[in-house]
């Protein structure tokens, strides 16, 4: 398992660089927590009429103005290590009952002859495992937590794919892969795997990675790492769900690399994602993006400043109902440290709130505004847990994982 957990750094490193407890710890004095600017967030008003689309990644009927969330359950992927062939395992806890953890059975595992990597993607129809490293596989599971069937995406060639969603206008799945400038288009048809494929940019280096369905628009982070793997430029692609139109919009920071965040119970205007950069260059930041002008802007950066809390690099965020920001970052200044952080914008504050933290799970956090819920992954020695936070009592839970935690999703059952 360490093999594994090392080359998964290492192939991070090679992206980037070219038990229970009832409360949370005391906060330290000093770098644990920290003044920041204040930024606006939007009209407050607005709040109250948030967009349709409140599960991971779905789009919902359009006629359905208020959606109420009727259950939320939560998956995790687990793989013994990129050098552990078909290792790749699922779990769910239904209705978030972490003391009733069970796996989904998939015959052969999940993987590579290789080895295995996953990321997971939800919609309102099931949930997929996504063969990422070294894999060209989806495994498609229903709303029952049964396993449907496999299919193989480009088997004879490399794609590392990074994520999934359902496109309702069209009926299809469209995948984002780190090995081209086009999306891939799946039709929802297990028999006959109809794919096709949908240019996003004419730069061939514009890798399509984390995407985010809001409306009838889908928003696409673009990598763009040039030729020695360092990252080239920053941008977003929106894409027209209805007649596939593209839109590229440029970022004030490169490499956005975690999911793209959505909560209309805290602000119906704007996206919010983190941009690395390049890797341990502190040239990243937390970004925000109107929807309407697709105006992007920095919300908070990374520091050079030592002993600074923000002096490392963002991983990945998670927004709570009330408007928290929760950030997986990683502190590497003089050790490698990595931390979950709480950001309160309308006081500007950031603070520790958690250490230990498993950041280099594909989606390593999540938040449940079924519960009010924040799930993310911690190292305790050689073993790694599944932790929940709860934002409106600040207790948590713990629940041990057999092998390596490969990602984490939460997932709305919406009536």
Same mark, same amino acid.
């Given at each position: 398992?360490?093999?594994?957990?090392?080359?998964?750094?290492?192939?991070?490193?090679?992206?980037?660089?070219?038990?229970?407890?009832?409360?949370?710890?005391?906060?330290?004095?000093?770098?644990?927590?920290?003044?920041?600017?204040?930024?606006?967030?939007?009209?407050?008003?607005?709040?109250?009429?948030?967009?349709?689309?409140?599960?991971?990644?779905?789009?919902?009927?359009?006629?359905?103005?208020?959606?109420?969330?009727?259950?939320?359950?939560?998956?995790?992927?687990?793989?013994?290590?990129?050098?552990?062939?078909?290792?790749?395992?699922?779990?769910?806890?239904?209705?978030?009952?972490?003391?009733?953890?069970?796996?989904?059975?998939?015959?052969?595992?999940?993987?590579?002859?290789?080895?295995?990597?996953?990321?997971?993607?939800?919609?309102?129809?099931?949930?997929?495992?996504?063969?990422?490293?070294?894999?060209?596989?989806?495994?498609?599971?229903?709303?029952?937590?049964?396993?449907?069937?496999?299919?193989?995406?480009?088997?004879?060639?490399?794609?590392?794919?990074?994520? &999934?969603?359902?496109?309702?206008?069209?009926?299809?799945?469209?995948?984002?892969?780190?090995?081209?400038?086009?999306?891939?288009?799946?039709?929802?048809?297990?028999?006959?795997?109809?794919?096709?494929?949908?240019?996003?940019?004419?730069?061939?280096?514009?890798?399509?990675?984390?995407?985010?369905?809001?409306?009838?628009?889908?928003?696409?982070?673009?990598?763009?790492?040039?030729?020695?793997?360092?990252?080239?430029?920053?941008?977003?692609?929106?894409?027209?769900?209805?007649?596939?139109?593209?839109?590229?919009?440029?970022?004030?920071?490169?490499?956005?690399?975690?999911?793209?965040?959505?909560?209309?119970?805290?602000?119906?205007?704007?996206?919010?994602?983190?941009?690395?950069?390049?890797?341990?260059?502190?040239?990243?930041?937390?970004?925000?993006?109107?929807?309407?002008?697709?105006?992007?802007? &920095?919300?908070?950066?990374?520091?050079?400043?030592?002993?600074?809390?923000?002096?490392?690099?963002?991983?990945?965020?998670?927004?709570?109902?009330?408007?928290?920001?929760?950030?997986?970052?990683?502190?590497?200044?003089?050790?490698?440290?990595?931390?979950?952080?709480?950001?309160?914008?309308?006081?500007?504050?950031?603070?520790?709130?958690?250490?230990?933290?498993?950041?280099?799970?594909?989606?390593?956090?999540?938040?449940?505004?079924?519960?009010?819920?924040?799930?993310?992954?911690?190292?305790?020695?050689?073993?790694?847990?599944?932790?929940?936070?709860?934002?409106?009592?600040?207790?948590?839970?713990?629940?041990?994982?057999?092998?390596?935690?490969?990602?984490?999703?939460?997932?709305?059952?919406?009536?």
């Amino acid at each position: 398992m360490r093999n594994g957990l090392f080359l998964l750094l290492v192939l991070i490193l090679l992206v980037f660089s070219a038990g229970c407890e009832a409360s949370l710890p005391d906060l330290p004095e000093m770098e644990e927590s920290m003044d920041v600017d204040i930024f606006e967030i939007g009209d407050e008003d607005e709040v109250k009429d948030a967009e349709a689309n409140q599960d991971e990644d779905a789009v919902e009927d359009e006629d359905s103005a208020e959606p109420q969330i009727k259950a939320s359950h939560v998956i995790v992927a687990e793989v013994g290590g990129y050098d552990v062939p078909m290792s790749g395992k699922v779990f769910y806890a239904e209705n978030e009952n972490l003391n009733d953890f069970r796996e989904v059975p998939v015959e052969n595992g999940m993987g590579s002859p290789t080895g295995a990597d996953l990321n997971l993607a939800v919609w309102q129809g099931g949930f997929v495992s996504i063969g990422r490293h070294d894999s060209s596989s989806l495994y498609f599971f229903g709303n029952d937590f049964e396993f449907n069937k496999e299919i193989k995406i480009k088997s004879d060639i490399y794609i590392n794919m990074q994520d &999934v969603v359902y496109n309702s206008f069209k009926d299809e799945f469209i995948i984002s892969a780190l090995s081209s400038n086009k999306l891939i288009l799946l039709k929802n048809d297990f028999v006959n795997a109809d794919i096709s494929e949908l240019e996003l940019s004419k730069n061939e280096l514009a890798s399509p990675a984390k995407m985010r369905i809001i409306g009838g628009r889908l928003f696409v982070a673009l990598q763009n790492l040039d030729e020695r793997n360092l990252p080239d430029k920053g941008e977003v692609a929106v894409v027209n769900l209805e007649d596939y139109s593209v839109k590229l919009v440029s970022l004030p920071k490169k490499n956005p690399t975690g999911k793209i965040e959505y909560n209309a119970a805290f602000d119906t205007k704007h996206i919010y994602f983190v941009a690395t950069g390049e890797w341990q260059k502190r040239d990243g930041a937390l970004l925000q993006m109107d929807l309407e002008t697709y105006e992007t802007k &920095v919300v908070l950066s990374e520091s050079e400043e030592e002993n600074n809390i923000l002096d490392g690099d963002f991983v990945d965020v998670t927004i709570a109902d009330n408007g928290e920001f929760y950030i997986i970052f990683s502190n590497n200044s003089s050790k490698w440290e990595n931390n979950l952080l709480k950001y309160l914008p309308g006081d500007g504050i950031v603070s520790k709130i958690d250490s230990n933290i498993n950041a280099f799970a594909a989606n390593p956090i999540d938040f449940s505004p079924m519960t009010g819920r924040i799930y993310y992954f911690v190292d305790i020695g050689s073993d790694t847990y599944l932790k929940c936070f709860d934002t409106k009592t600040a207790e948590s839970e713990t629940v041990l994982l057999d092998s390596g935690p490969a990602a984490l999703r939460v997932k709305l059952e919406i009536e």
